[in-house]
């Protein structure tokens, strides 16, 4: 394979995703050869723990690219193809108090849905808007790839505020995951299937499952097997306790509304109550992650530090945030068309929702950006749940290019995860007041 040599650029390189990311990269460097690699996080802190790690990876499988560590946001954006985009404003400090708070008022605690997710989107949209901004500055033909969550809110506001930038995509890997766990269970492999998919980011229904070798549509296997077996996600083994009982409740899910497939996100609309009461307010999803995955990537970093090699550590590869980012990247450099889950405007692909969502669909990747698959209309029950949740991520935005508090209100009462105007209010003051460095509402 004779490719052309991108610049790649990740913002957020703190995260504790970035060393698997990096693994990726090194898998992927055949399909997705990289000239330069930038690292870029506002914090060199965050990113001093996990330097030696990715500086001896990269000079032991990578010694052609170009490796940059910076937090310098001019230096990051000059000259690159693919920037990667997975930065948490706020830290951990904030996710917990997303998930933390609306647990005091009896509310879903949760850092994409529900109250959690809405503070965290209202932090989000400044840093990613200035961010888009500043790339634009420097590399005007740059792919920017966002994971930013939640990328449901992030998508809205992007395309509020840049409407006629075709080179911007919000994508989740959660579609992703659950594919790999669906080839699992059905001995199939991942890239053989076709799905059908469609709602909003975090809140979707798979369709269809299409085996290209055999042309079969895979669905019906699969919901028969799942109203038998408890749905476990493809490394079961290596997941935490919440992670299972969340894939746990697609199965409750299904026994309900066997219809289609729903994305693990949509158990904190249709049982909030349950899980509500289930969480432990002073031990939540960021505790548990912090404690796993941040522990776990953090000492590998630290020995490679110590020893100044690779000795003895795992080389790690991001079996799905990372791949995914790659793959994404590689079908729009090198216009491979593959077909991903997606999320873009709806402008008609889902008939009777608002042309100006943000609908999560399967759809082609091109040299030209995602071109989503049309759906057509959807039944009553999916619409309304659908119209709703696209006026609480709409009302959301609003609220904060306006600092308008009555629309903040409006948008946490519409959320099926709180409902009640009086839970509403309290959770949004205690939310404001946690966030008053974010944001500030009228
Ligand atoms: N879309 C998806 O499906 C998906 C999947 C996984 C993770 N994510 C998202 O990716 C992000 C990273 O998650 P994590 O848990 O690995 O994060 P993390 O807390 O480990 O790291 C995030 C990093 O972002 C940095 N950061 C904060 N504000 C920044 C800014 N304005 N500019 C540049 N860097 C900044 C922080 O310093 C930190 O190092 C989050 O937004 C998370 O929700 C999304
Ligand atoms: O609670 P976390 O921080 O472990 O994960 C939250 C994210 O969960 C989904 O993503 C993937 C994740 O990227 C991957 O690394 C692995 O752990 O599986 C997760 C679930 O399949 C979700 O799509 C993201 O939006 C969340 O940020
Ligand atoms: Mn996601």
């Not at 669906?182 to 369709?207: A, C, M, R």
């Not at 796993?292 to 945030?321: M, T, W, Y």
Request: net charge negative; with cysteine.
């Amino acid at each position: 394979m004779n490719r052309k040599k991108q610049n790649v650029t990740i913002v957020g390189a703190g995260s504790t995703r970035t060393p698997a990311l990096i693994g990726s990269l090194i898998n992927f460097k055949e399909r997705f050869p990289l000239r330069k690699l930038t690292l870029f996080d506002i914090s060199k802190d965050r990113m001093e723990l996990q330097k030696d790690y990715i500086r001896l990876m990269m000079e032991k499988y990578y010694p052609e690219a170009e490796l940059i560590f910076t937090d310098d946001e001019d230096q990051a954006y000059i000259d690159v193809d693919y920037v990667f985009v997975q930065m948490r404003v706020g830290n951990f400090e904030m996710r917990s108090l997303d998930e933390k708070i609306p647990l005091k008022y009896g509310l879903v605690g949760q850092e994409t849905c529900g109250p959690g997710g809405f503070a965290y989107g209202m932090r989000s949209i400044a840093p990613m808007v200035h961010m888009v901004k500043k790339i634009r500055e420097y590399s005007k033909d740059a792919w920017i790839l966002n994971y930013t969550n939640p990328a449901a809110i992030v998508a809205v506001a992007l395309d509020k505020v840049f409407p006629d930038d075709k080179r911007i995509l919000n994508i989740c890997d959660q579609p992703y995951s659950m594919l790999k766990s669906f080839s699992k269970i059905l001995d199939v492999e991942q890239h053989d299937i076709e799905p059908g998919y469609f709602g909003l980011n975090h809140f979707g229904w798979f369709t269809k499952l299409y085996h290209r070798p055999t042309n079969e549509d895979l669905m019906p296997k699969l919901k028969e097997y799942l109203m038998k077996h408890e749905f476990k996600p493809y490394n079961a083994e290596q997941r935490e306790a919440s992670w299972l009982e969340t894939y746990k409740n697609v199965n409750k899910m299904l026994s309900f509304f066997p219809e289609y497939l729903p994305n693990t996100y949509l158990q904190y609309y249709f049982f909030p109550d349950e899980i509500a009461k289930e969480s432990n307010p002073s031990f939540t999803r960021a505790d548990e992650a912090k404690e796993g995955r941040e522990k776990k990537v953090l000492d590998i970093c630290k020995k490679a530090k110590e020893q100044n090699s690779l000795e003895g550590l795992p080389f790690l590869v991001g079996e799905v945030h990372g791949n995914m980012m790659v793959e994404v990247a590689e079908s729009i450099a090198y216009d491979l068309r593959k077909v991903f889950i997606v999320i873009v405007r709806n402008e008609g692909i889902i008939t009777n929702l608002p042309e100006d969502a943000m609908v999560e669909c399967a759809g082609e990747l091109t040299k030209d950006g995602a071109v989503g698959y049309p759906i057509g209309k959807v039944d009553t029950f999916y619409e309304g749940l659908l119209v709703n949740q696209y006026a609480y991520e709409k009302l959301t935005v609003e609220s904060l290019f306006e600092s308008n508090y009555q629309k903040a209100l409006q948008a946490l009462t519409l959320n099926r995860t709180v409902i009640n105007p009086v839970k509403a209010k309290m959770v949004l003051d205690d939310l404001m007041e946690a966030n008053k460095e974010y944001w500030y509402l009228r």
